[in-house]
Structures are given as C-alpha cells and as structure tokens.
C-alpha cells in the first residue's frame, strides 16, 4: 500500500493522514485510490468506530493534482471516469471527521464536505478556486457546498475562487466548530472516540438518517427515521443504554 495515505489505529478510531506534504496533500490519482481503499476496508472494520481524515498544518489538500491533470485529455478524464470512482466515503456506514488546517481548496475541500462533518483549525482557508483553471469543482463542489452554505455564498466563491476563513466557514455552516490549531488533532481525536464509543447500530442509523435528509421530503425523511428508530429496541444495546442511566452507570456496549 502506498504512503500517499498513512492509516494509524487509535482504539477505535482509525486517523488516515493525506501525506504528500511537498504538493500540499494535491489529490493525485494514486492517493485517491488509495484513500478511498483504506475507508472501503474500514467501513467493514468491526474495531473501528470512527474515522478521520486529515492533512498536515499548512495543508488539509490543496486541491487535485494539477500538475497530473494538465495534459489529460476529455478521453483520459471520461473513459476511468477519473474522478467518478471515489464513492467509498459516500457510502462509508463509519462516521467521517475531516480534520482541517491550513488549505482544503477545490478536491481538497470537496473532500473535506464528503465526509460527515468538518471540525476546523483557525487556520483553516476553504475554497473552489477551479474557475481559475478554467474548469469547475469536479468532485462534489457545486452540489455539497451550496446545500452546506447556501446558493449565494456558494455562487461567489466557485465564480469568483475566493477563499473564506475557518471564522466564516464556521458562520456559514461548513465547519462545524473551531479550534486552535495546535489543538486541532488532540480536541478531533476526542469527539472521535466519543462517537466511537456509542452503540454502533445507533451511530449508524443516526448518521443515514441525517444523510436521507439530503435526499427526500420531510414526510418521506420523517417516516424513513421511525423505520430506523423503532428496530433500535430490539438491540442490547438500547437495554444497556437505558438501564445504564436508570442504574446511573456507565453503559457497556457490545454494538449488537
Ligand atoms: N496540484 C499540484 N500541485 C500543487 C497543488 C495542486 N492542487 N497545490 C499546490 N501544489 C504544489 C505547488 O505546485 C508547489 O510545488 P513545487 O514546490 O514543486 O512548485 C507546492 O505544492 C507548494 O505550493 P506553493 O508554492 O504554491 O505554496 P504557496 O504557499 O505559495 O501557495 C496555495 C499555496 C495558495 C494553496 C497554492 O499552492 C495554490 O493556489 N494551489 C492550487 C489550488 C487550486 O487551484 N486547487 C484546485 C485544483 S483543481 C481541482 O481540485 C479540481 C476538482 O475539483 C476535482
């Protein structure tokens, strides 16, 4: 496996860092692929939890590749579908923390808005700045930025290619909180465990309902979360959990 992508296990979080530090983590082929093999595996991983994706301090990505993209041709984007087989972090059942400092620009911010939430250094610079390339968002931008922040902001900054601060992101809905930066990982690592912590058939049902909001009415959404509600009373762990707080005890889940 390559050290694009360095995967560290931490009870039961899984932290995979983007490493190409020099390109500042620029999302070239061989990351994504890798990236997107290591989230598929563990999406199935009964000892994780959570995962989180994150950068280095200057860099969460700083976009896709553009030195790799120069040359290619409509054929070599269409034909691989080049960035249309990166699903694994859509279709992750895992909670996914982005981690961002510093950069997270065109792929590098598409990226961060797959995942399910963006906990923000306060040094962190979001944007889409592809139209100074002649091209648009190619992994997500148009679409997840405008439902995170609004047509609005969303036209302006993939017109324009402006950056917005982790102070506006926040303001705008795109991060979900700020830290300092030298706090960044340690503060991630603790909301991490936190969810990993919880019963894993509760965190799942939480997170795909949430993401069915996305997708349909409010009736439809509203009845899709009782379907999900309801079959979490035939876990032991909705048993634990209750008794555990009746009993004022911490409970102990077997995610089953
Ligand atoms: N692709 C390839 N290499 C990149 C890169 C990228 N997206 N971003 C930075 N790098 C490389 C630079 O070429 C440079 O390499 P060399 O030392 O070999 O020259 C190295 O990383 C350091 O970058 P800078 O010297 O430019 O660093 P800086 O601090 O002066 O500027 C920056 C930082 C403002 C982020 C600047 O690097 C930049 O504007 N990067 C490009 C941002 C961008 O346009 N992203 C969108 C890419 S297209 C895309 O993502 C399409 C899509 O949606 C799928």
Do not use: W
Not at 42 to 47: T, V
Not at 141 to 153: D, E, P, S, V
């Amino acid at each position: 496996m390559s050290e694009t992508i360095i995967l560290e296990k931490v009870n039961r979080v899984a932290v995979l860092t983007l490493n190409r530090p020099k390109a500042l983590n620029a999302l070239n082929a061989e990351l994504l692929e890798c990236l997107m093999q290591h989230v598929s595996e563990l999406s199935n991983d009964p000892d994780t939890g959570c995962i989180v994706i994150t950068g280095s301090e200057k860099a969460f990505a700083a976009g896709a590749d553009i030195k790799e993209m120069s040359d290619m041709s409509y054929i070599d984007m269409v034909m691989p579908d080049h960035f249309g087989r990166h699903n694994a972090i859509e279709n992750c059942r895992l909670p996914i923390i982005a981690a961002v400092s510093g950069y997270a620009l065109g792929g590098g911010c598409e990226l961060a808005m797959m995942c399910d939430f963006i906990l923000a250094a306060d040094t962190a610079q979001f944007g889409q700045p592809e139209i100074t390339l002649a091209i648009i968002p190619g992994i997500g931008g148009t679409q997840r930025l405008t439902r995170a922040i609004g047509k609005a902001k969303a036209m302006e900054m993939i017109l324009t290619g402006r950056l917005m601060d982790a102070e506006e992101a926040e303001r705008a809905g795109l991060a979900a909180r700020i830290i300092p930066a030298d706090e960044l990982m340690a503060e991630t690592m603790m909301v991490a465990e936190k969810i990993a912590g919880f019963s894993r058939p509760s965190v799942y049902a939480a997170k795909e309902s949430i993401k069915r909001s996305f997708e349909v009415s409010l009736a439809e959404g509203l009845h899709y979360e009782q379907r999900v509600f309801y079959p979490l009373f035939a876990t032991e762990d909705q048993k634990e959990g209750m008794a555990a707080f009746m009993e004022k005890r911490k409970p102990k889940f077997k995610h089953k």
